[in-house]
């Protein structure tokens, strides 16, 4: 019985431990009020004046370009704002896409950018490619496609021709611009080209 006691004292000290340590738990977090999570809220986190973003592709050559006047990062969505902002997708063996807008919100890394408030996105004139101009309220550009695209109202210009229509998508690598529901149509005859009335058209 003298060799038991030991043990037996040992198992009472830890189960009193044990116990004892359980009720500290419970009283603590009764006492004490805990805060809720934070909740994540769409509050900028840093700002800059005067700002460039390039990207690059895989061999380190620039492919797009927004620069503006003011710029806010939103963690919660990696998002950042721009004020007077200029996007350029300047590929090689494309034409170069300019968009301009009074704000833009960048998104997924710098590849989509809506560019809101009179918006408007040229395609710049090549020996092979007039110049093209939308513009719209909103434009969404994809500058990894290449590919603009607006679902509100939108006026397409590519020198005397101008196309009106609710909903566009030009992709810069084909060259066609599409048009969801067109409202007024004047295309002018071109000397290397027959006159063209439909709502999908390669603008080359």
Known sequence: ????????????????????????????????DLDAPAKQTHEPDSWGKVMIMLRTDENGL??????GQYMEHFPDDDSYDIIDPRAMSIKPGQPTLVGTSQMATVLDEGNRIVMKND??????ATE?????NVSSQEITLLMDE???????P???IRERSTLKGVGMRYDNKTGELKVYEATEVEIAPR???PTQDTETETVR
């Open 146 to 152: 290449d590919v603009a695209f607006t679902d509100l």
């Open 154 to 156: 939108a006026l397409a």
């Open 128 to 132: 092979q490619t007039d110049p093209l």
């Open 119 to 124: 918006a408007l996105v040229m395609r710049l």
């Open 1 to 32: 019985m003298k060799d038991r006691f030991p043990t037996i004292a040992s198992i009472v000290i830890l189960t009193a431990l044990v116990i004892g340590t359980w009720f500290a738990a419970e009283y603590t977090q009764r006492a004490v």
């Open 62 to 67: 620039p492919v797009s370009r927004i620069e």
């Open 191 to 193: 000397a290397d080209k």
